[in-house]
């Protein structure tokens, strides 16, 4: 045999090698794209850091990125309950520090009273005011104050109420006291405590997954809900893995005035302790 | 998943990619090479049947030079007018001359048909090893990462070792064919050197005529 089919032979076996890689790179891309189409949640309206959370107090920007999906899908249930259909949201989860993200409800009741009752000072309205016509400039989605009005809804819904961690008033149309606040960043601190990754993984800053939970009165977890995946399976796994393990949850205190509280948190590699 | 593999289970990995693609190149040349040898080798010992004289026999071949049957009559040819110039006619001495250039031209061929094969048995014994290297290696990362976090669940451990072991995968992958292609070579390899004998104690035969 003259050495000229060496070569031949070579690229032949290259090329074997080549495709036989390829057949096994393909499924797995392919089942990464269906992950990836899952997930297309919807995410909800987020609170501003105006107050801070005392020993927490880094502030943050508040021009967010946003979240550009369209209102109607989102999937949330209990959203139809406590709002009327037409209803549509606002979104605007802010990126800061902790890398946690509210997720509020926008239960925006009737505004004047609501404020009033709750005895907020000319100056913080006026600040509300500002920050809602900056959303409405960020985004096209009708005010939902109005619409509210409109629908003649009270706002006084008996399902469970949104929070965020870093919450003010914005977004709920009340502030959050500091024993919720603390409840909330405790509850965070938990997860973070609970959450094991991979040390490969502090590397892929892309990875965000946005979860909501539920919780009872008395502190259980009833409901965990991606509003957002990161697409990569394994991340998501070590989130839901971690946040039940922390259930049940200290009893919720009894400043959220609610039989279930709903909190978000937002989950990047960099948060894991 | 090797995306995220560190340096070492990518080089092991790149190593026994391409013993790998070494050892399916040698696959499919000596699979090649001993299809062609041995259907020379049925030809020959048809046609040296059927083909009374030697001298008829060096004529048959004479257009096709590359067939290792062809060259063992060509060598005892060579040595036997080597030998008609020195002192004609065929005696005892003269035999036994061209039996031993026989014999050097069918270790040539073996040869011949030996070479590279060697490196089938080394990717077959070391590309287990080498793989075994990058799994021993990941695992040694995975511990490191349980002492550096504190934290035991299969979350933070279970992809690296799984990572690992991708190495090991990869390296049996490459040596299985490897000990099975060896094995087969080194069967067909016995059939051919047997053909060869045949053909050289029938080239014999035709000068003794």
């Given at each position: 045999m003259r050495e000229e089919t060496w070569y031949k032979m070579l690229i032949v076996s290259t090329i074997l090698h080549l495709v036989f890689l390829a057949a096994f790179s393909i499924p797995i891309k392919k089942s990464a794209k269906r992950i990836d189409l899952s997930s297309s949640y919807s995410v909800n309206l987020v609170g501003d850091m105006a107050g801070g959370i005392p020993g927490h107090g880094k502030g943050m920007p508040s021009g967010a990125e946003e979240l550009k999906t369209p209102p109607l899908q989102q999937k949330t249930t209990h959203e139809k309950v406590t709002r009327p259909p037409s209803a549509k949201k606002r979104q605007a989860p802010v990126r800061q520090e902790t890398k946690a993200v509210s997720l509020s409800k926008?239960?925006?009741?009737?505004?004047n009273d609501r404020h009033q009752a709750e005895g907020l000072t000319k100056d913080e309205l006026s600040r509300l005011d500002r920050r809602i016509s900056e959303m409405q400039r960020r985004t096209n989605y009708l005010d939902v104050t109005q619409m509210r009005a409109k629908a003649g809804d009270?706002?006084?819904?008996s399902g469970a109420q949104g929070y965020g961690l870093?919450?003010?008033?914005q977004g709920t149309g009340r502030p959050l006291d500091l024993v919720s606040q603390k409840y909330i960043f405790d509850i965070w601190e938990k997860i973070k405590e609970a959450w094991g990754l991979p040390?490969?993984?502090?590397?892929?800053?892309n990875l965000e997954s946005i979860v909501t939970i539920k919780i009872r009165k008395d502190g259980r977890i009833i409901d965990i809900n991606f509003e957002k995946r990161s697409g990569n399976r394994l991340y998501d796994e070590s989130i839901l893995r971690a946040i039940r393990s922390i259930d049940p949850l200290p009893p919720v205190p009894p400043s959220f005035n609610s039989d279930t509280v709903e909190l978000g948190f937002r989950f990047m590699p960099g948060d894991v302790s | 998943m090797l995306y995220s593999a560190g340096p070492v289970a990518k080089a092991v990995v790149l190593i026994l990619l391409i013993f790998s693609i070494l050892s399916w190149t040698i696959i499919l040349f000596k699979f090649k090479q001993y299809g062609k040898t041995e259907k020379d080798g049925d030809r020959f010992l048809r046609t040296i049947r059927e083909v009374g004289s030697f001298k008829k026999l060096t004529t048959v071949y004479r257009g096709n030079p590359d067939n290792a049957f062809y060259r063992l009559v060509i060598a005892s040819y060579k040595e036997i007018t080597s030998m008609k110039t020195e002192n004609p006619g065929l005696t005892k001495e003269g035999i036994a001359r061209i039996e031993n250039v026989l014999k050097i031209t069918i270790s040539e061929e073996t040869e011949r048909l030996e070479r590279r094969l060697s490196f089938l048995a080394t990717t077959a014994n070391t590309a287990p090893f080498i793989g075994l290297f990058g799994t021993v290696w990941g695992i040694m990362d995975s511990f490191r990462e349980i002492g550096l976090r504190g934290t035991t669940s299969l979350a933070v451990v279970a992809p690296g070792i799984s990572e690992a072991l991708i190495a090991t995968a990869i390296g049996l992958a490459t040596a299985i064919p490897a000990v099975l292609a060896y094995n087969y070579f080194l069967g067909r390899l016995k059939g051919i050197l047997a053909k060869m004998e045949n053909a050289s104690i029938y080239i014999l035969n035709t000068i003794d005529r």
């Open positions: 926008q239960k925006v009741p009737p505004k009270g706002g006084k819904g870093p919450i003010s008033g040390g490969s993984y502090s590397s892929k800053k | -």
